[in-house]
């Protein structure tokens, strides 16, 4: 069953304002070595999925977090007797898995793809979202595979073919999340790690280079 979107704009706004400001990791990881941005990470990860643990199991921080961000949350974070993580939890460790185990430039690319096209995406989809298919809109995809085209553009380095292919795969992942059986995948995880997957396939086979 299909989520219910419950945010009204201005807070959908804030939230997106909120992931935008991710775009400050790629640009930091694009200055410093893999070695310094893990060591920048991996506490500020840890520091997120403490919280998200003890808001589940610990009635102060549980009471805190809700009454300071319930406005903010999807449906599903609302809920306070099943475990899950939040959206600032995923991009964070979305950043972590790119630094480990993506080049450095697909890393960039498709981490910044989720903070600026996915921002774009949810902003113009509930604003001006005509034709619908589930929770998305083609208006949304559109944005969203226009300005990734624009971030790929900038990228420095980066083919332009693999970062055409990397926005492709981008907004379908975003449009399309799959579903394994009672699990969502985050779009803050799926949209970088896919798009990362396929542009590094695409960059070890010599496709397009």
Known sequence: MEEIDRLELRYEVARKAIHLSSLSIPVIYW?????????????????????DLLK???????????????????????????????????IVMAALLLVLFFPKIIAVTAFSL???SDTLAAIIGKSFGKHRFGLKSVEGSAAFFLSALAVVSMVPGLS?????????????????????GPFKI??????????ATIGTLCTLFSIFR
Do not use: C, Q
């Open 160 to 180: 332009l073919m693999i970062g055409i292919i990397m926005a492709i795969t981008a907004t379908l992942t975003e449009a399309f999340i799959v579903r394994i």
């Open 56 to 90: 589940n199991f610990f009635a102060p921080v549980s009471d805190w977090y809700h009454k300071t961000f319930d406005s903010m949350l999807r449906t599903h974070e609302l809920e306070r007797t099943k475990m899950h993580l939040n959206g600032a939890t995923y």
């Open 31 to 51: 200055f410093i070595s893999r070695e310094l941005a893990l060591l920048l990470l991996l506490p500020l990860f840890s520091g997120f999925f403490l919280i």
């Open 114 to 116: 989720v903070a600026v």
């Open 186 to 195: 985050d779009d803050n995880l799926a949209i970088p790690l896919v798009s």
